[in-house]
């Protein structure tokens, strides 16, 4: 169990504290932050240099004095631009899970990677999905990944399938990449993405991305279930419901 009266460590102590400082104070001198933080100089110009050198803090050379630089401005408003988008994307999945009676995940593409940010679970089905907030799903093998790079060059497409470890998780996994570029040009077709038991089986997924203002999405949104409740019927009508979500969602972000 973390001692909360204590960091675990001691140089993010110094580190953010150093920060803390400056943010409160502005520019400073190396002999007024370390006595403030209670630290030896030779350890707080240690620390000032750490932060300077990745970009937190910059040093007047003419005074002298350290100063925050922008980072942090820039971080706390794409942590914010992040926190208002699930604001205002979390209704239109609440609407799509009532309208669905299915879950509905949004994720955001890192890498080669997708991350899930948002999860709406109906309270229609006693099954529910494993998936959680923050876990990771290969862009290859899922309905949200294949829709999002879709949206990319064939020369990305490439770059993140040889950055992939390709593993046929499931019998119905993609694994040649000829098949792979065939299944993103229907995508490209139809307008949305089909997980057929590629990632878990049993559990089919339909989804579509979210480009906004860019021609590249780094987000997309899909509805998971079961099998049994996924046959090409019910396929047609959850692509259906996906593509009007797609659209009302993209209207609401260019009002």
């Known amino acids: 169990m973390v001692d909360k009266k204590k960091n675990p460590i001691q140089v993010a102590d110094r ?10 104070h502005g520019a400073s001198t190396l002999t007024e932050v370390s006595e403030a ?8 110009h240690r620390v000032l240099a750490s932060l300077e050198f990745m970009n937190y803090v910059t040093q007047d050379p003419i ?23 699930l604001q205002r994307i979390h209704p239109h999945l609440k609407q799509l899970v009532k309208a669905s009676g299915e879950t509905v995940h949004f ?30 799903i290969p862009l290859y093998r899922s309905a949200v990944g294949k829709a999002m790079l879709a949206t990319l060059s064939e ?16 019998p119905y996994t993609i694994t040649d990449y000829e098949e792979f570029l065939e299944a993103l ?18 559990v ?5 991305s979210l480009e906004f203002m860019k021609q590249e999405a780094e987000y997309a949104f899909s509805i998971s279930a079961p099998i049994q409740r996924m046959d090409n019927d019910r396929i047609r009508v959850l692509s259906a419901l996906i ?4 659209k009302n969602i993209q209207e609401d972000f260019d009002r």
């Open 63 to 85: 005074t002298g004095k350290y100063d925050l630089t922008m980072k942090l401005t820039e971080l706390s408003f794409r942590h914010r631009q992040h926190f208002d988008l």
């Open 204 to 208: 089919r997924c339909v989804a579509a």
């Open 155 to 170: 020369d990305m497409v490439e770059k993140i399938w040889r950055q992939s470890t390709i593993e046929r998780i499931t």
């Open 37 to 44: 933080l209670g630290l030896n100089k030779s350890t707080m």
């Open 107 to 136: 994720v955001k593409r890192d890498g080669k990677d997708a991350v899930y940010i948002d999860k709406a679970e109906s309270d229609q089905n006693q099954v529910q999905m494993v998936s959680r907030i923050g876990s990771r």
């Open 243 to 246: 593509l009007e979500t797609k």
């Open 15 to 24: 580190l953010f504290g150093a920060v803390e400082y400056l943010s409160a």
């Open 185 to 202: 040009a229907d995508v490209r077709r139809r307008g949305y993405a089909l997980d057929n038991e590629e990632n878990e089986p049993g």
